[in-house]
């Protein structure tokens, strides 16, 4: 009889711990809620996320800018500029990597000459090329240099935008669900019932 009403016990104790678990339904829509149902149903779909995805903010702030034109082209234009930031110095990148490797290359390989007088005459006329080339490049690598400061910069500031635009959002979201403490107060004394109930078993 003991074990029937303990096993009872325990049944119940595991049932009212699933209700508990069910979630209240949101007081007012608000876009995390929005966020977590798309996040949801791509799971679903088996969608591939795009490289913002799979952090909240990002996804709140596409909630965001849905229904937001102001927004919508705000991040067009920044997602623009950043791929024309790369476009513009992507040549000039290039060729003077290349004379870089060059430099490098040829370094490398005056270190096989045997002939020292010949080595020392080779490693100087290597060296006077790049300084050469240094010096007529050193305005175009200074503005590169400033194009990737501003693109660094621009990525911070968009970051910090988007957390600060989506703040209010959590906030919202906090209200719309409540936490209250009856009934974690109320399977506490579930648990009590039981434990107790397993003391006085022999």
Known sequence: MKKILFVSALVLSILSCRENKSKQAPVVENAVDNAESSVSGAIKKNTRYSSREGNLVHEIYQELIKNDKALQDLD??????????ETSISEYDDIIGKSETYYNDA??????????????????????????????????????GKIKANKATLYDQYIVFKIRKTLPEIEKYQTAHPLKTDSLNQFINKQNTLIEELKKLK
């Open 107 to 144: 370094t490398a390989l005056s270190n096989s000459v045997t002939d020292s007088v010949t080595k020392k005459q080779i490693e100087k006329e290597i060296k006077a090329s790049a300084e050469k080339y240094d010096l007529k490049t050193q305005t175009i690598r200074n503005l590169i």
């Open 76 to 85: 067009t234009r920044i997602e623009n500029i950043q791929k024309d930031a």
